[in-house]
C-alpha cells in the first residue's frame, strides 16, 4: 500500500472531486480509496507515505496523439530551400526524417519521448508511428519502450502509399501483428490500433487491404484526417468526395477510431463523425507551427463528437498544449471568452474516455478502481484555488515541469524530479550518437 498526500487533491470525479488536504491510496495497480490525509494515515497506519508538501496531486495526463519517431528530428535541418506550405515540410522534413530511422532509432526515440512523459506527468500515450524502412518489428521496439519506462501506450503503425506497395503490405502486417499480440497479452500496459497515414497518400486499394487485415478484430483506426487543405481538395478531385465519406464507405469510422485534426471537414463530415462515434483529436500547437488553420473544436464539441488533445509529436506536455488550446481559439474566434469548459473537457475528460476504448482498466480519475495514474505538481497558488477554479490555476500557474512526482500503474516513476528507474543521462546519450548517424543517412537519401 502507498498512499500519496499532505496535498490539493484533484480527482476528476465528478462525486467527489476535491479534498483540500487530501489522500491518494494505491494498492497494486489501481486505487483503494481517497479521503482525508489525516483519516487516510489512520485508516492505512502501515502503508508508505509520500508527501505531497502541500502541492497538487491529480490523474496523470493522457496523451490521444503523439509521434515518438520525432524525436530525432529535434535542431535537424533539412538543408535546401525552406518549406513553404505543408506539404512541403511533409516532403521535406517528416518524409525524410522517416526513411532514415532503424528499428533502434524508433527504440531510442520512444525512450526519450517516454521520459520526457514521465517528467510532465503524462502516464497514457496514444503513439502513430512510421518508420518506412524499418517497418516490421518497430511497434515492437515501441512496446518494449513502453515497458521498460512503465507509461501505458496505443500503438500504431502509419500505412502509406508513399514508399510503394512493399512498405505498405509490410505496414499492414505490422499494425495487426501488434494488434493481435496485445490483445492476447492482457497486461493493459499496451493495446494496438490500425494507423492509417492520411487520405492523401491511401489509394482505395490499400484502404481496401486494411480493412480486410482488420477482420473482426475491432482495434480501430488512427488517421490524420484533413490536416492540410491539401487533403480534401486532393480526396474530391481524385475520388468525387470528402475525406470522411470515403473513409466510412470504407468502413474505417467507428467508436475505436480516431480521426485526427479535422481541420478543413465541412458540416456534412461532421456528422459523420458523430453518427459513427469516431473520436477527433485536435493537436494545436502543430497546426500553428504547420500554419495549416484552426480545428472547428469548439463547434465539434456542440455537435456532441468526442474530441481530445493531443501533442503531435511535438513535445510531452500536456499543459502545455492545454495553453494553446485555450488561447488559439480564442484567438481564432475573436473573442476573449470562448472554450473556457470545452478545453479542460476535452483533456481531462474526452483523453480519458478515448483511451477507454482502448484500455480495460478505468482512467483519468482518482477514484476506487481507476488505474493508480498520480501526478504532484509543486504549485503553490499565490490566490484562493477550489475545484471551481483548478482548471484556471492549471492553465495560468503550472506548466509540465511544475510536476515533480510521477507514478503510472501504481509504480513511481520520478519522485522529486529524480527518475526512479531509468539512467537518462545515459539514454539521451545514446540517442545523440544515434541521431547523428540518422542525419547522415538522411543527407545520402
Ligand atoms: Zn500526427
Redesign the pocket.
Known sequence: MLLIGNGMLVTRDPANPWFENGCVAIEDRLIAAVGKTSDMRSKYPNARFLDAAGGLIMPGFINA???FYSAFSRGFSSGGEPAKNFQEVLERLWWRLDRGLTLEDCYYSAMVCLIDCIKNGTTTVLD?HASPYAVRGSLFELGKAARLTGIRCCLSYEVSDRDGPEIVRQGIDENMDFIRWAQKEGDDLLQGTFGLHASMTLSNETLVACREAMGDCNAGFHV?VA?GPGDEVDSEKRYGKRILERFREYGLLGERSMA??CIHINDREIDILKETNTAVVH?PE?NMGNAVGVSPVLKLCERGVLTGL?T??YVSDMLQSYKLANALQKHAMEHPNVAWGEIPTMLFDNNATIAGRFFKTPLGRLAPGYSADVIVSDYVPPTTLTDQNINGHLLFGTSGRSIVTTIARGKVLMENRELKELDEKEIVGKARELSAKTWERIAAL
Open positions: 496523439h503523439m509521434h502513430h490524420h490536416e485526427i485534426h493537436n502543430s493531443g503531435d509529436g
